[in-house]
Every structure is written in C-alpha cells, then in structure tokens.
C-alpha cells in the first residue's frame, strides 16, 4: 500500500509538482506557460534572447514537465528550464530562489572566513595567496558576491581545503 506520508485527508501529493509545465502556446507577445499548480504567466519573446518576435519561432515543445524546447526558424533549437519561466507565473517564486541564493553566499562566506581566521590569516594576505583583492575577499566573506568557480578553488588552494569543504559542511 503507498504510503501517505506528506498527504492531506488521504491525497498523496507529487513531490516538486509546482515546478511540472503542462501547456505552453506562443502567442503574438510571447509564449504562455501553466504550471500543474494552477499557476500560468507570460514569457515577452523580449526576454528570450534567441527570439525576439513571433515570427521567429518555428516549434514549441515540452518533452517533459521540466524544460520547454524553442526551435528558431533557423533551425536552431535551445532549452528554456522551468526555473526560468517559473517566475513569470509566480511573483513570490524570484524572491524566495534570491533569498535562498543569499543564504547560500552568506554560508559560503561564514566558511572562507572561519577557515582563513583558524589558519591565522589576515585577508590582505589570503587575497595576496588566492591572487584575488582583498576587497573581493571582503565581499565574499560577507555573501555580497558569488566567486566564480576558479577563484573558489584558488581560494580552497590558498587555504589549505578542498573546494566540498568550502561548499558543504561535515557531517
């Protein structure tokens, strides 16, 4: 018997279902999108960099509930996620994926900077051994910016850590 852990009043409930596209149609001002939670919006073709109108749009498809398929009247075909189209139906889902993003810097940074102060280092000089300025240290230590990937390994080198170790916590 399925469990019914997570239902209400014996409904078992799809996990991650508000992220399921179900329909999209392009219109004249651009592609109209539903969501399985009843959420729908509108993608301008303005925001769509491979598309700028209607009229370069050659094919719609959505071969699963995650990602929509555009192909130009070029031929060339390209992937819109549903992260991306999610917050042109949702005006909640931007702030809570950039709050979640913030957390994630501020996590990042708590950890450059307990490990930089446990090895006894100023940021002037983990920024002189990472190759990096201090002020773009500052501002990672903070979880103001994101490091690109070559400069979170550089700052892992440059600490004595493997990069897992500056992106996730021991457990």
Not at 57 to 63: C, R, V
Not at 112 to 128: D, H, I, K, N, P
Not at 148 to 167: C, D, F, M, N
Request: contains cysteine; hydrophobic residues 40%; negative net charge.
């Amino acid at each position: 018997m399925p469990s019914m852990a997570g239902s209400s009043r014996g409904a078992v409930l799809v996990k991650n279902a508000d992220r399921m596209m179900t329909l999209a149609s392009p219109l004249d001002e651009g592609i109209e999108l539903h969501f399985a939670d009843g959420r729908k919006g509108l993608i301008p073709f303005a925001d769509v960099p491979e598309l700028r109108e209607r009229a370069d749009l050659s094919s719609l498809e959505l071969p699963n509930p995650y990602e929509m398929v555009l192909e130009t009247v070029s031929g060339e075909r390209f992937e819109i996620p549903w992260d991306f189209a999610r917050h042109y139906c949702d005006e909640s889902y931007r702030p809570t994926v950039e709050a979640i993003a913030m957390r994630g810097r501020q996590t990042l940074g708590e950890r450059v900077r307990r490990f930089r102060e446990s090895a006894g280092l100023t940021q002037e000089a983990l920024a002189s051994a990472a190759n990096m300025g201090r002020v773009t240290l500052v501002r990672i230590e903070r979880g103001e910016q994101s490091p690109r990937y070559k400069t979170l390994t550089t700052l892992a080198q440059a600490l004595g850590r493997g990069v897992s170790e500056l992106l996730v916590d021991p457990v």
